[in-house]
């Protein structure tokens, strides 16, 4: 991934006010922006990515490309992403996956995936829980350009 120059990463800021607006224009712009920011390794931009994708705003809405963002912001540290990727994780069966980025998660302080994670704590064996343990605290963050 290429870095992102101060001036895209102030712009894709800027443009994350107009998320708020409800002119089609305006999400379609500051989509773009976003992608363009995610593309360079701002890890807010690929969560806010995955989002446009998820809700249809400013992208065509992909579920796809939606999880696709999500895991990379998730596995660059951005908690929120950690929390809603685990969940995603839990809602397809990947329980061991699941709580790995639930613990990640509830670590970098987003409270709610600690109740989630103990929910899937007590459907798994005293081994799986031990090795999903293991692989949290043995997990390093990919590389951002912020």
């Known amino acids: 991934m290429q870095k992102i120059s101060p001036p895209l990463r102030r712009e894709a800021q800027r443009l994350a006010t107009l998320m708020n607006c409800q002119r ?5 712009n500051a989509a773009r922006w976003y992608l363009k920011a995610a593309e360079g390794g701002y890890v807010r931009a690929m969560y806010n990515v995955s989002l446009c ?6 992208l065509v809405h992909s579920h796809r490309q939606a ?3 999500m895991k990379r912001a998730a ?9 809603e ?3 995603g994780l839990f809602s ?5 996956k699941a709580v790995v980025y639930l613990e ?4 970098a302080g987003e409270t709610a995936a600690a109740h989630v994670k103990n929910v899937i704590l007590q459907q798994l064996s005293v081994t799986s829980r031990d090795r999903a343990m293991l692989l949290a605290d ?9």
Request: glycine fraction near 12%; charge should be positive; avoid cysteine.
């Open 24 to 28: 089609k224009e305006d999400l379609m």
């Open 92 to 96: 397809e069966g990947e329980m061991m």
């Open 85 to 87: 990727h685990g969940l």
């Open 75 to 83: 596995d660059r540290g951005h908690s929120k992403a950690q929390f």
């Open 138 to 146: 043995n997990w390093r963050a990919l590389p951002t350009s912020h």
């Open 67 to 69: 999880r696709r963002w």
């Open 104 to 107: 990640l998660a509830t670590r």
């Open 53 to 58: 994708y998820s809700y249809g705003e400013g």
